[in-house]
């Protein structure tokens, strides 16, 4: 494996264990501490999902970890030093920028869930009349269909709300919700409600 295909952690580790050879022979002092700290933040990003819902400032904050253990390995410390300062602030931005966004990420989850819950009960009641209605069965398998898949989609999205997967839920549950809106849609062109008579 290439030193560029091996994981960071690797690569950090490395450069850490090379300091005491580069202090001892350089007279400097490697910023071991801030390195390892940096590190500790950047595992501790990830942690809190800023891979996923942080990707820029995490992956500043890996650049960051990168160019400091380059330095390290150019004996410069001070450059070194600073990196692995930025590293771990900016990990620490990470971190706290991804919680903010998967507090507003979940919000959004459930509201969809809210939504589509909505459409289907709508759905139900329209598939309800039209049925009395006798509309083409067509139409009406049509509809049974959407709305059992419907079902499916709001068990499966509970499922990855409840694994922290919230995109993925919203985004599924409003390409549903919309399939549902437009399955009402058609059941209400074929049999469209009794007009009120104005009293």
């Known amino acids: 494996m290439s030193g560029a295909a091996r994981p960071l952690y690797v690569r950090v580790a490395a450069a850490l264990a090379a300091l ?4 001892a022979a350089c007279g ?10 940096a590190q500790a933040a950047i595992e501790a990003a990830r942690g809190a ?5 942080a990707k820029a400032e995490f992956g500043a904050a890996q650049d960051a970890l990168k160019r400091a253990t ?14 692995a300062l930025d590293a771990r602030e900016r990990a620490e931005a990470a971190a706290k920028e991804a919680g903010d966004a ?3 990420a979940r919000a959004d989850a459930d ?13 139900r009641a329209r598939l309800r009349s039209a049925e009395a209605a006798r509309v083409a069965p067509r139409t009406l398998a049509d509809a049974r269909r959407a709305i059992v898949d419907g079902e499916a989609a709001v068990q499966k999205a509970r499922t990855q709300i409840e ?30 409600p009794p007009l009120r008579r104005r009293h």
């Open 163 to 192: 694994a922290g997967d919230y995109a993925a839920a919203t985004a599924s549950l409003s390409e549903t919700t919309a399939r549902i809106r437009a399955v009402t849609h058609d059941l209400e062109a074929a049999h469209p």
């Open 70 to 83: 380059d330095a390290v390995a150019e004996h410069d410390y001070r450059l070194a030093l600073n990196h």
């Open 102 to 104: 998967k507090v507003i």
């Open 49 to 53: 999902g800023a891979n996923q819902y």
């Open 111 to 123: 509201r969809a869930v809210r939504d589509l819950t909505a459409a289907l009960a709508d759905a």
């Open 20 to 23: 005491a050879l580069s202090a």
């Open 28 to 37: 400097g002092d490697p910023p071991t501490k801030e390195i390892q700290q």
